[in-house]
């Protein structure tokens, strides 16, 4: 006999496992049979019998299993007398799981009991005999594996294998699908694909649907007996989903996800679900069946997505943000084929500069081109703006049709979804009509349902009611004459304070497809790809280095650099006032701003005293010292008698010390003066430079 008192004195493990999930669920009588092992342990004379189930619904093709490790574990520590399975392909069906089996159990003398018999390690014959069914199982799997996949590749290859068929379609007899004939589920999935082609974007058609508290159809995952469509608010993987699956292009897709091996803790672990390029995908049918979009259309959708994505490479364009820059993701290099990246500075960072930053990848290096946005922005504007002058009076007409349906969109949806609320509620009566109203056990639920069923309509009739209050009026005669204006100048409408840098962005980037730069001097050649494929070229000239679109006016630099030597700077900023002086930004001057500019001019600061050391004095200051009225001595100076200078109207008049010390001119002053002021103490002297 195999099993000996030594076996029998230490426990008895019984081994179950199914491979997969679809087995736990249909195939309950190959479970059955591997629980009623434990009767055979009884029979055989075990008393101590351990159940391992743990691995139920994984594969024994190498993947981690807790109860195989489990066994493995109770073996080395010499407390199992003998592992029984309904066939040995259960504990394993990869030959190094298999073998370090039969070598433990070899070790500490355990048997290994399946329906055919009693195995017995340690001898030669049953270890060669295990070896072989182990060695046939793992050859057996392999085969089924592959007869399995090539006969769903071949039923792909002709457009009839559907493992789930995507919300929106129905599976029609075994190997097609159609649209779902559901007018709500159609027009709400439609709704997705119409906005991505107005907004450009997965995120900003997501927030649209979730500001506008549109709700999307899903299938019910838990339901696997019956299809069911539920209805939820969007998340952001949904939209995606529906913008990305080629099957609402009309399209048949096999072998888009694909799953690799790896080694993780020692074990073999499969990562399901990793996407393919559309080049290693197993089948692709296009005009498969009636599709929500034509099939270039759903590539346009894919090449603006693929743009839309940030840090994948030198390729790709990015999305439309925020910023003043123009061609954000349009510009790339000419001299090393870089994508040109926006900078922005300035006090509200309006000021956008793109450069090539190529020192990133290769710090050594001397730095590439750099120019600033707002000249090569005007300039590609203009040029775009010419061209599509033509087609401006068909973009305003196609403005106010979409201005219109939008604005419908939304209510059409609470229609549809007020109407099936309406069937539901209409439903769950003639089910509360066919009970006996005295059996209140099911009455009871079913008055429950119907009340809940009316909640619903009236709700949403509530919400149906709000829209249409706040719905804005049609557009009127002159609102639709002014459009109709706006698109036949386009200029106008182009620099309307209304149109946005984005609505700006959105225009360019429908129209062009690329544009490269390079600097030659003070010039930037911009070579303009358009989407059609022609090419068009421009020049833009540089700002010199120090001039901004802010720069004060040289003549305003000079009359500051003059001025700071005769008067403090509240009265350099008072008389710039008076003279009608702005400052870059077309600010009034003050104190503070004429100090800033000083410092970054590098003006020297008024000095008291300043004016005594280069032997100059002020009006005041000569009518005391000839004991004149500074009228007087204004007077004079206009006259040619005393020499002065005057910068500008308005500064003060400089006269030299030594002029009015002269006695020739002081005797001609005086004789040149109309006798003494008045004797009249309230008098008073007014000075009018």
Not at 58 to 68: A, C, N, T
Not at 94 to 121: Q, S
Not at 303 to 328: C, H, Q, S, T, Y
Not at 641 to 666: F, T
Request: aromatic fraction near 6%; charged fraction near 25%; glycine fraction near 8%.
């Amino acid at each position: 006999m195999k099993i000996t008192s030594d076996h029998l004195a230490r426990g008895a493990f019984i081994y179950i496992r199914q491979s997969t999930v679809d087995q736990l669920a249909n195939n309950h009588e190959s479970r059955r049979r591997q629980y009623g092992l434990a009767d055979r342990a009884h029979a055989l004379g075990w008393t101590d019998v351990t159940v391992i189930d743990d691995d139920l619904g994984r594969s024994g093709s190498g993947v981690s299993r807790p109860g195989f490790e489990k066994l493995l574990a109770a073996i080395c520590e010499g407390r199992v007398g003998a592992v029984f399975a309904i066939e040995v392909s259960r504990l394993a069906r990869n030959g190094r799981d298999w073998h370090t089996l039969i070598e433990f159990c070899g070790l500490v003398g355990t048997v290994i009991v399946d329906e055919d018999g009693i195995y017995e390690p340690r001898h030669p014959n049953d270890r060669l005999l295990l070896g072989m069914k182990g060695t046939m199982s793992e050859l057996e799997l392999s085969l089924l594996r592959a007869r399995s996949m090539e006969a769903l590749k071949q039923k792909a290859r002709r457009g009839e294998l559907f493992f789930t068929v995507a919300v929106g379609y129905m599976k029609m007899g075994r190997d097609k699908i159609e649209m779902d004939p559901d007018l709500r589920v159609r027009e709400a999935i439609g709704l997705v694909f119409t906005r991505f082609a107005e907004m450009q974007s997965i995120r900003q058609v997501f927030l649209s649907l979730r500001s506008d508290q549109i709700a999307l159809p899903y299938l019910n995952s838990r339901n696997s007996g019956q299809r069911q469509v539920l209805w939820k608010l969007p998340v952001y993987a949904t939209v995606s989903n529906l913008l990305t699956n080629p099957v609402y292009a009309g399209a048949y897709a096999f072998g888009r996800t694909g799953s690799r091996t790896i080694i993780e803790n020692g074990r073999k672990r499969i990562v399901r679900g990793r996407r393919k390029d559309r080049s290693d995908w197993a089948v692709l049918l296009v005009d498969h069946h009636e599709g929500y979009l034509s099939w270039a259309e759903f590539e346009r959708n894919q090449r603006l997505i693929a743009d839309n994505a940030n840090g994948k490479g030198m390729m790709v364009r990015g999305p439309v943000r925020k910023g003043e820059a123009l061609l954000a993701g349009l510009l790339r290099c000419g001299h090393c084929g870089r994508r040109l990246l926006v900078s922005y500075n300035g006090t509200k960072g309006d000021v956008g500069r793109y450069k090539c930053d190529a020192t990133r990848s290769n710090p050594g290096g001397d730095p590439c081109i750099s120019f600033g946005a707002l000249r090569v922005d005007e300039a590609v504007g203009v040029e775009i703006v010419r061209l599509l002058q033509p087609l401006g009076v068909e973009a305003a007409i196609q403005a106010i049709t979409q201005c219109e349906h939008q604005s419908g969109e939304k209510q059409r949806q609470i229609e549809l979804a007020l109407e099936q609320a309406r069937y539901e509620a209409t439903r769950a009566h003639r089910q509360y009509d066919t009970v006996d109203p005295d059996n209140r056990l099911v009455a009871g639920e079913l008055e429950r349902r119907w009340n809940g069923a009316l909640a619903s309509v009236r709700a949403l009739e509530e919400e149906l009611e709000a829209l249409l209050r706040q719905r804005p009026a049609a557009l009127g005669v002159e609102e639709r004459q002014r459009l109709l204006q706006m698109g036949a100048d386009l200029e106008a409408a182009w620099h309307h304070p209304a149109a946005t840098s984005v609505t700006r962005k959105r225009i360019v980037r429908v129209v062009l497809r690329e544009i490269v730069a390079q600097v030659e001097g003070d010039e930037v050649h911009l070579l303009l790809h358009w989407q059609g494929g022609d090419h068009t070229s421009l020049t833009v000239r540089k700002n010199r280095r120090g001039q901004t679109r802010w720069c004060v006016e040289p003549e305003t630099v000079e009359l500051i650099r003059a001025c700071a030597r005769m008067m403090p700077d509240k009265a350099i900023a008072g008389m710039l006032n008076r003279m009608g002086k702005r400052t870059g930004r077309s600010n009034g001057w003050t104190q503070s701003r004429v100090r800033g500019f000083r410092n970054t001019h590098d003006i020297a600061v008024y000095r008291d005293g300043e004016w005594a050391e280069r032997g100059e004095v002020t009006l005041t200051e000569a009518a005391s010292m000839l004991n004149l009225s500074p009228a007087t001595v204004l007077r004079q100076i206009r006259a040619g008698i005393i020499p002065a200078q005057q910068y500008c109207m308005g500064a003060p008049w400089v006269i030299k010390r030594g002029n009015i010390e002269d006695s020739h001119l002081i005797e001609r002053i005086k004789s040149c003066s109309k006798g003494p002021p008045s004797s009249d103490s309230d008098q008073k002297t007014l000075v009018f430079q």
